[in-house]
């Protein structure tokens, strides 16, 4: 696309891109359609991993510029040298960030949401800013629950306080749900795109393994606890099904949980991450979404591109904004293990339900595709640069 007599020039701004997270798959999904279909000069601009590859495979199309500034110093830290070390690196950042942009001059700038949000509608560079959230607002830099001291809670108001005050300066703000938008009735300027499916599957489940698929980092926000509670009474209501779980982090919690729940070995694995989880799907009959929130849920719909019917707590704020009830998936009250197991042993013992529910599943989420989403964000930018800075 061609803005004038030049390209349009698109920058991103993101902490690292090393990391298998899921923004960072959209991200470089995104990036590389904006380069090769509609040929943007796209450059992600990164704070941190100088030194370390790249997770997903960049278009060569696509520039990377790395200040090198190293936020994650602060990880380790304690909470006032996290504060120190913050006001230090934010400064750095803040005046690398200023000359890279005034050298760029891109049209649009678009902020992750990250620390670039406190500053970055004041560098003059010419370009439209765009801040783009990647989680609801309620789970949005807050603090787990038993780690928010009285301190911790105060400076987290007085954060989110300034925040708004940022957000307010951006030219628009995109969020990922219609059900998140509400959440922000401070802001007039509030777009909803979704994230696109990150694959385009070659086939789709067969339906005739009895095996329930659930694929994220183990963690305490994807409610693994409550699914391995769930899944002891499943277990023996269908003692011919096995559960898969994939994903990356720490599985010694919840390798506990199975022992003490006396859950049967051979039907229940925890695994590791995989590369190819297309495969996963394909040989799964149902999945399964037990977080406690997710700001969308790319699982979600990837298990459904490949005709696999999902069952999700009805989580703040992504599920219900993917999947209609007893249509192409299956909602349950969030945090209700008993319902959650109730449902699954339905589910199982119903295969022409799976079916059934699986074949829609498929038809509904090409509304995800990349072509069509890319299309939204396209449309963003130009009704942006009709308007003329």
């Known amino acids: 696309m061609k803005t004038g007599n030049r390209t349009l020039k698109v920058v991103y701004c993101i902490p690292a891109m090393y990391l298998a997270g899921g923004m960072e798959r959209v991200l470089t999904m995104k990036a590389n359609y904006f380069a090769e279909t509609y040929g943007y000069d796209v450059t992600l601009i990164l704070t941190d991993g100088k030194d370390k590859p790249l997770f997903y495979p960049l ?16 990880w380790n830290s304690s909470f006032v040298k996290k504060v120190i070390l913050y006001l230090k ?5 803040r005046k690398l960030l200023t000359a890279t942009l005034m050298e760029l001059r891109p049209d649009i700038t678009i902020s992750m949401l990250r620390r670039e949000i406190n500053f970055i509608c004041k560098i003059k560079d010419g370009s439209w800013k765009i801040g783009e959230i990647h989680i609801n607002r309620a789970h949005y830099r807050t603090f787990e629950e038993g780690d928010a001291t009285v301190v911790k809670t105060l400076f987290s108001k007085f954060w989110m306080h300034s925040l708004i005050g940022k957000l307010r300066q951006l030219d628009c703000f995109v969020v990922l749900t219609e059900t998140d938008k509400e959440a922000w009735q401070e802001l007039d ?12 599957p070659s086939g789709y489940s067969p339906l005739v393994e009895k095996r329930v698929i659930v ?6 926000e994807k409610g693994y606890d409550h699914l391995l509670q769930a899944w002891e009474k499943v277990q023996h209501a269908c003692p011919d099904w096995r559960l898969d779980v994939y994903g990356d982090g720490e599985r010694k919690a919840y390798e506990q949980l199975i022992d003490e729940l006396q859950i049967h070995r051979s039907r229940c694995r925890l695994n590791g991450r995989v590369a190819d989880i297309e495969s996963e799907y394909t040989h799964s009959s149902v999945a399964v979404c037990s977080s406690r929130f997710e700001g969308f849920g ?23 904004n993917i999947i209609n009830d007893g249509v192409d998936g299956i909602l349950v009250e969030n945090g209700n293990v008993q319902l959650l197991a109730q449902r699954l042993i339905e589910l199982l013992n119903h295969p ?37 800075k």
């Open 59 to 74: 278009s060569p199309k696509v520039k990377v510029v790395n200040l090198d500034i190293g936020f994650e110093e602060l």
């Open 189 to 200: 300027r509030v777009e909803v795109i979704p994230n696109p499916l990150s694959f385009s």
């Open 352 to 388: 022409e339900r799976i079916n059934q529910m699986g074949s829609v599943a498929h038809e509904s989420v090409k509304r995800f595709g990349i072509d069509i989403v890319a299309g939204r964000w396209k449309s963003l930018f130009e009704t942006l640069l009709s308007k003329g």
């Open 89 to 93: 690196k934010q400064r750095q950042y």
């Open 215 to 220: 694929v994220g980092r183990y963690c305490r």
């Open 298 to 320: 790319l699982v979600i719909i990837e298990a459904m591109a490949c005709g696999v019917p999902v069952i999700s707590f009805d989580c703040p704020w992504g599920p219900r």
